[in-house]
């Protein structure tokens, strides 16, 4: 998953196919010569080994044929889109399916009720079994009970958006799809959303065409109650991302990331070198900063609001408290809030940061005795347990008032000679204020982390996190994370406007 920075992104050869210049245009449709040479292109790049894993990745999608997808409300991977706006208008009640979908025989449709224990249990050892791993299938996210409730629970939220599938014969829960219902802007446009997650299928199911199905039931009971349009995201590339975001990771605890495999083995001088670069205080540094409390809720969201709406392009509307209260109240072992108590305005908020916890399962523990559960030492010394587990922690959203009422002196906008100019410079300076702010905090929250016990701390390269990621010693890993809209054509989104976290 990670390497701590060592991680080597190649920017490889793109050869160019020459020739096509003399070519008469009368005798030959042009834009299909140039699909052509495009595809040709493509397929090249796809198989070179001197190309980044990303830039074959994505020639190899531009090539992909989607049985699918190509008959779903999605851009295709070859589209430039130059516009947003929905694929297609909302669907009259008689065109959406009453029933759901027919399954293959030997299974039904179940619905997975999140606050019945046994129902919960079943889901959440379907995930523990079979869901997300890294591509050398080394960890396995290891989603906790508490954490799928407060995933699936928010206010607002649909219980029959969570889908399951189960064997006829022995009742046994072989899939599961899940939507929950989200405000979203996409630029200048609110649109209310289904965010689709936690699509599951058990391992002895998969290249059946299960997935389609999931994803068409669940799409259908969205559009059930006037939704028409999802959010979701994906390591993998499928047509069309609105962005693609990478993973970052500071680790916290080197020696057992080392030890698993997450990162990078080292040895010796520069084994002791990484440790100590990495070094943390006990103790955080921002004055006022203590955990969120229920009275802070309204404060909370008016931060988050504004940092959202001032900063990116694609980010969630919190539109009640009760959203924040269930997003962001601190929740052991689930998600942790801090915020800071303004010096200058007693009773009020200058800032907050939050993270979550989602430990991922070791699947292939290191240290000779693989699958035993113990890694062996030298006679005479006690076997260890083998790690079982990496405690991660995903940082999740915050928000400064750090920027707000950043001015020019009358002297200073003359010095600036523009309008243009002027407004470059405000933007020069909230962005560096946001930029120290922020790496206070975060670093704040790794302070915390470590002390918490949390081995790393992950965060893509989305929001303003770039701005502090080199300083506070995050690593590129090896992951990314796409996000996509379903029925909504949407421009390209770099990652530093993507504002929306999904679980
Ligand atoms: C994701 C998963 C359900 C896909 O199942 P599968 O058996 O590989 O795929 P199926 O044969 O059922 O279906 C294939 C189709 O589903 C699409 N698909 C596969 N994974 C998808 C995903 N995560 N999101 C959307 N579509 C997906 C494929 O692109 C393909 O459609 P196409 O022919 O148009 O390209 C399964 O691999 C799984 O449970 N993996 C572990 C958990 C996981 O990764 N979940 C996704 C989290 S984003």
Redesign the pocket.
């Known amino acids: 998953m990670a390497d701590d920075g060592a991680n080597k992104a190649n920017p490889g050869k793109q050869q160019a196919v020459e020739g096509s210049s003399n070519v008469p245009a009368a005798s030959f449709d042009t834009d299909k010569l140039r699909q052509l040479i495009q595809q040709l292109e493509a397929q090249s790049l796809s198989r070179d080994p001197g190309a980044s894993k990303l830039q074959r990745e994505e020639a190899a999608e531009k090539v992909a044929v989607?049985?699918?997808?190509?008959t779903q409300p999605v851009p295709k991977s070859s589209e430039e889109v130059k516009d947003d706006g929905p694929l297609h208008p909302p669907l009259a009640p008689e065109q959406i399916p009453k029933d759901p979908y027919a399954l293959p025989e030997g299974m039904e449709w179940c619905l997975i009720d999140i606050e019945v224990e046994s129902e919960m249990k079943e889901f959440h050892d379907l995930l523990l079994n079979?869901?997300?791993e890294d591509a050398d299938s080394m960890f396995r996210f290891n989603y906790s009970l508490e954490f799928l409730r407060w995933a699936l629970l928010p206010p607002g939220f649909n219980k029959d958006w969570h889908v399951g599938v189960r064997s006829s014969s022995t009742k046994e829960l072989i899939a599961f799809i899940s939507g929950i219902p989200v405000d979203m802007m996409v630029r200048d446009k609110k649109i209310r959303m289904a965010e689709i997650n936690f699509?599951?299928?058990h391992k002895d199911m998969?290249?059946?065409?299960?997935?389609?199905l999931l994803?068409k039931e669940v799409t259908r009971r969205v559009h059930l109650v006037g939704i028409f349009q999802a959010v979701y995201?994906?390591?993998r590339l499928?047509p069309k991302p609105v962005s693609t975001c990478r993973y970052f990771h500071r680790s916290l605890n080197p020696k057992k990331l080392m030890d698993t495999g997450f990162s990078q083995k080292l040895e010796g001088a520069q084994l002791a070198k990484t440790v100590s670069s990495l070094w943390l205080p006990t103790l955080s540094t921002t004055p006022g900063l203590r955990p969120m409390r229920k009275g802070d809720v309204g404060q909370v969201r008016k931060l988050l609001n504004r940092h959202l709406k001032t900063r990116y392009d694609v980010l969630p509307v919190f539109v009640t408290d009760a959203e924040i209260a269930h997003w962001f109240l601190p929740r052991e072992g689930v998600v942790s809030t801090y915020v800071v108590d303004d010096a200058e305005a007693p009773g009020k908020l200058s800032d907050f940061i939050s993270f979550y916890s989602l430990p991922s399962s070791v699947l292939k523990p290191v240290g000779g005795a693989r699958g035993k559960g113990v890694v062996r030492k030298p006679q005479g010394v006690k076997p260890q347990p083998a790690y079982t587990s990496i405690n991660a922690a995903y940082l999740f959203y915050y928000g400064t008032k750090t920027d707000y009422g950043v001015t020019l002196t009358e002297d200073e906008k003359q010095a600036c000679g523009s309008q243009k100019k002027a407004k470059e410079s405000v933007k020069n300076r909230e962005n560096a204020l946001i930029k120290s702010r922020l790496t206070e905090l975060a670093r704040d929250a790794l302070i915390s982390a470590k002390q918490a016990g949390f081995d790393v701390f992950n965060c893509l390269d989305m929001m303003d996190n770039s701005m502090f990621t080199r300083e506070l010693k995050f690593g590129p890993g090896d992951g990314y994370l796409r996000y996509y809209f379903y029925n909504y054509r949407a421009r390209t989104v770099s990652a530093d406007k993507i504002g929306f976290v999904m679980l």
Do not use: D
């Open positions: 989607h049985e699918f997808w190509s079979n869901y997300v699509l599951c299928l998969r290249s059946q065409r299960m997935a389609p994803i995201t994906v390591g499928l």
